[in-house]
């Protein structure tokens, strides 16, 4: 089953901060997060394991609470390069991704 | 260092036609994924191999609907007979391990166009 990812879309302007939430019906192993800019393929963002092991980069952070199978993400001073759509992934330990239906970000001036 | 490799880049075909899609993965990765993205179903997994061996086609939309990976430098995923639903973008994509605690590095995708 797809996991909910909220909100749906966002709109800020630089500097701001954002929180994309991601909830999952089952129990997570991991969750990955990618971002897809328009016309181009998902990149990688971050992982979160089981036990809290983060793997990542930039000046996003994520957090993943086992009990709840919710993460989040959180962009922080948001840049114009932060937009695009974010995708969160979690793995059941199930042998492979599903992926949420995205969250818009937009980045103005 | 090379990414995925998919071709082609862009695909426009009649509905009824055969369409092949092909993806090199980053060397030395040996998980390899097809996935298909649309605006109305999203991301959608179609089909995983780890060290070339189909490990869940579950996706796979139907038996129009076929993937080999030969060896660990090569994919296909082929339709026959294509159908206009079928038009969509195309990912392939690989990572080290099975993928869960591993990045996924995507390829830039085909699109898919069935007329």
């Known amino acids: 089953q797809q996991p909910v990812q909220s909100p749906q879309a966002v709109i800020l302007r630089e500097g701001e901060d954002a929180v994309i939430n991601c909830s999952s019906s089952?129990?997570?192993?991991?969750v990955h997060w990618y971002r897809q800019k328009h016309g181009e393929a998902p990149v990688f963002l971050m992982i979160?394991?089981?036990?809290?092991e983060q793997k990542g980069h930039e000046k996003i952070s994520a957090s993943f609470n086992e009990k709840k199978q919710q993460s989040s993400l959180y962009l922080t001073a948001s840049q114009l390069s932060y937009s695009g759509t974010y995708f969160c992934?979690?793995?059941?330990?199930?042998?492979?991704?599903?992926f949420g239906q995205g969250t818009t970000l937009q980045v103005k001036p | 260092d090379a990414g995925v490799i998919q071709s082609p880049r862009h695909e426009v075909t009649e509905m009824g036609q055969e369409v092949t899609l092909r993806c090199k993965p980053i060397?030395?990765?040996?998980?390899l994924f097809w996935y298909r993205q649309t605006m109305m179903r999203g991301l959608e997994l179609l089909i995983y191999?780890?060290?070339?061996?189909?490990?869940?086609d579950s996706g796979m939309p139907e038996d129009r609907f076929s993937a080999k990976m030969p060896n660990a430098s090569f994919s296909t995923l082929k339709i026959q007979p294509s159908e206009p639903r079928d038009s969509a973008v195309y990912f392939c994509?690989?990572?080290?391990?099975?993928?869960?605690?591993?990045?996924?590095?995507f390829g830039d995708g085909t699109r898919l166009s069935i007329l």
């Open positions: 994509a690989s990572s080290l391990g099975q993928g869960l605690t591993q990045p996924q590095h």
């Open positions: 089952k129990a997570l192993y991991s």
């Open positions: 979160l394991l089981k036990g809290g």
């Open positions: 992934g979690p793995n059941s330990n199930t042998g492979k991704l599903i």
């Open positions: 060397s030395g990765h040996n998980s």
């Open positions: 191999f780890n060290n070339n061996v189909p490990i869940d």
